[in-house]
Structure formats: C-alpha cells, structure tokens
C-alpha cells in the first residue's frame, strides 16, 4: 500500500533538506520504489539529493503551450503531455524525482489547497509506486 508524506510550511525553515534526510533514511531502510515530487519553486531537492533533473512540469507547460500548433500529426494533448511527463521524470537509485518548478507559483499562486491538489494529481499519475513524498 502506497504511503504518502506531505512536508510544507514557510519558506527558509528546512523542508528541503528534511526531505532529502528523509528520502536518504527510507533508501537506506531498504524502501524502494520511491515517488519524490519538488513542489518548492526553488526546486532545489535534486542537488540536495545528489541528481541532475531533467526538466519540470513549468518547463513541459510551457514547451506544450509553444508547441501547442505544431504537434505532430495524430497526437493529442494528452498524448504530448503524458510524453513529456516520462521525459521530466529523474530516475537514480532508489527513487524517481519530479520537479514541479516555477509552475505552482503561477498558477495557483497564494491558494495552498489549489496547489496541494495539482500535487496530489501528479503522485496519482504514477501510482505504482509504493513511497510518495510530497514536498
């Protein structure tokens, strides 16, 4: 059963850093599968956690709202999009990495409730795995 962990609060009080501690004690627990998903607009958990990311769900809106006109024949939205979610997915050893960026911030700015659903959306998306933490 998939356990979820939520770590929020205001800015400069440690939330990434406690989340990279955390990641690093289930890993070296010997959990696996774990889905860790950076919803601070710093986007800084993957340097925390030793990972290059390889791109953000900002970064793939707006490369889909660029690219929007000129998708290749046959493709949906959706279809673009699901892509570009495999692409943004940071694989290391013991865990996958998706970097929400500057996106939030935009889009549901000063509506926590808002943000924490679009969140939540994204874990559901890949709900294989068995560990979710929500930064």
């Not at 690093?24 to 990972?51: F, M, Q, S, Y």
Request: hydrophobic residues 45%; negative net charge.
């Amino acid at each position: 059963m998939a356990k979820s962990v939520a770590i929020a609060g205001k800015g400069g009080i440690g939330k990434s850093t406690i989340s990279a501690l955390i990641v690093k004690t289930l890993i070296e627990r010997g959990e696996k599968d774990i889905l860790v998903i950076d919803a601070d607009p710093d986007a800084n958990l993957g340097t925390l956690l030793g990972v290059d990311i390889d791109g953000s769900i900002g970064d793939l809106r707006e490369d889909a709202l660029k690219d929007i006109k000129d998708f290749p024949a046959g493709m949906s939205k959706a279809s673009y999009i699901e892509a570009g979610l495999h692409q943004i997915i940071t694989e290391a050893d013991g865990f996958d990495l998706i970097t929400m960026g500057h996106v939030l911030n935009e889009l549901y700015a000063g509506d926590a409730g808002k943000r924490a659903a679009l969140v939540e959306t994204v874990a559901e998306l890949f709900s294989l795995t068995s560990q979710i933490l929500l930064i």
